[in-house]
């Protein structure tokens, strides 16, 4: 059955799209990345009857944003009450499909009252389905049986979108769940997607699907409200939500630094210096490629426990033969990789690498710096990698014109070399450790127009 939702519960999306005057789909979700939540968090907290702790946690591209009010409990800023549940107010991020079916079910415990879900006509509910990369923990809820499986209109609506987005990878939606009560279960819900990008300046329609028809001439927002009757006791084991790691919470007051590489190692070889020795940044590392690699990929994640950082790993083609890749694939790509937010300094690539030559890295440098251009993403900083190898006639050194050069600290050098060959592996004869610098090099931009005249300039020698 479906509700009109009460007026101080609505939320103008188109309105909110228009207000975005993105002159691109990447910077039209690093708009709603940014503001989405910020609309939510406003409605939520104007109408909610208890004190509200709104945290976020990132479970891979998805961000959820939750109200965490056991942790304002632990801390004894309120009263504790059994009745006022933890629960999700909004999730976003990019679908990415699972090709391999789920393994195994829902973490014990997460929802209390099973046995009485069991009987009823409710479901196990996933915010964002785990078919195009929703989580298995906080992403479940109470959900209406009929809606969850496609048996209701709204139902048919919902697995249709939801199929867009597992067959249209890298699709840009959101889950909103919206509450009548202090319970974890939500009375409405709504789901939204992008359905149309630009391209050249044109409108281009990816979807089909009778329930995202638009003739917009721009991207838009297509969302669905349902009723979900709230029959029972609260279903969310909320205590969990507490239990996120710390470094994916908003509570972590230091400055966000990312650098975005193209290649597992490419952070530790070039920059991994300046990134141990300043722990004072809040450090997200991104790589385009080598994802699914079974030898690099777990010891990125290695590297980035070391490195006290965060970080994520894509899957783009680097084969040998490099072939060329679209740049606005390679753009679409950092923007799912780069949560939204305003970042004190983004590190990256050369406009011609850092030896000769790896197109991926000079894919990457471009990217960057047209996405900064754009205002796709906000950093208050750029540093390009400044190397080269003479043309192969010697190891990658740092560039005569760099704008700024570090000699590594003993302790430091001692512990990017160790990463590099211990973690990673690399032998001590290998191209990769006898490649490693001591002294790190970069060009430092302030302003998007400096970047991209100077690298322009690059490109043309």
Known sequence: MTQILPPRLVIGYVRLRRSAKAPTTPALIVYLRKHLPIKWQRVYTATATHAANIVRIERGTFEYYCDSYSGLEELGEVAFDQRVRDRVIGVLGTSTPMRRRRRGSFPDGWLEVAEELDGSNRDKGLFNAHSIGGALDVNVFSQNRNLNRGVSEQGKIYRQMERYCYEHPGTFCFSRPIYADTTSIPRWLEFGLLTSFLQGGEDVKRSDCQSLKSKASQSRCNSMREYNDNRHADAFRGKQMTAAPHNQLTSDTRPMAAVVVAHPDDETLWCGGYILAHPEFLWRIVTLCRATDSDRAPKFRQVLQALSAEGEMADLDDGTDQVPLPIEQVQQTIVQLMPAGSYNLIITHGPKGEYTRHRRHEECCQSVVELWQSGSIDTNRLWLFAYEDGGKSYLPRVREDADRRDVLAEKIWIEKCRLITDVYGYGA?????????????????????????????????
């Open 429 to 461: 004869d290998s191209w990769e450790t006898r490649s490693t610098p001591r002294e790190e090099g970069f060009w430092c931009f302030d302003s998007a127009q400096a970047a991209v005249k100077r690298t322009a300039l690059w490109e043309q020698q």
